[in-house]
Nanobody, 119 residues
Framework: QVQLVESGGGLVQHGGSLRLSCSAS????????MGWYRQTHGNERELVAT??????????TTNYAESVKGRITISRDKDTILMQMNDLKSADAGVYCC??????????WGQGTQVTVSS
């Protein structure tokens, strides 16, 4: 079974920075896409940022929610992703869940890490 280890959440002041990390192990299939989704108050998870690597060309593409563009950067090294979050706002608070996507073989979610932004 895939194991996802998430870290980096915590309490930060408004305008501060955090860096989230997610590492996948025990994978049987190639991970096409890794990313972070945010969940608040029992709502559905919403995309924050994803990164996809094409195994045939090694080309990497990223996708960001409009609300975080310019403030958040996602990067990938094999089966580990880092997400640098700067200038954090209260709207950025929530539980951040890592997701890996094996395309036709499905995907897996991590347990999540809490991000709290104080005013």
């Amino acid at each position: 079974q895939v194991q996802l280890v998430e870290s980096g959440g915590g309490l930060v002041q408004h305008g501060g920075s955090l860096r989230l990390s997610c590492s996948a192990s025990r994978t049987k299939f190639y991970i096409y896409t890794m990313g972070w989704y945010r969940q608040t108050h029992g709502n559905e998870r919403e995309l924050v940022a994803t990164i996809t690597t094409d195994p045939r060309t090694d080309v990497t593409t990223t996708n960001y929610a409009e609300s975080v563009k310019g403030r958040i950067t996602i990067s990938r090294d094999k089966d580990t992703i880092l997400m640098q979050m700067n200038d954090l706002k209260s709207a950025d608070a929530g539980v951040y869940c890592c997701k890996v996507d094996f395309r036709q073989f499905g995907g897996e979610w991590g347990q999540g890490t809490q991000v709290t932004v104080s005013s």
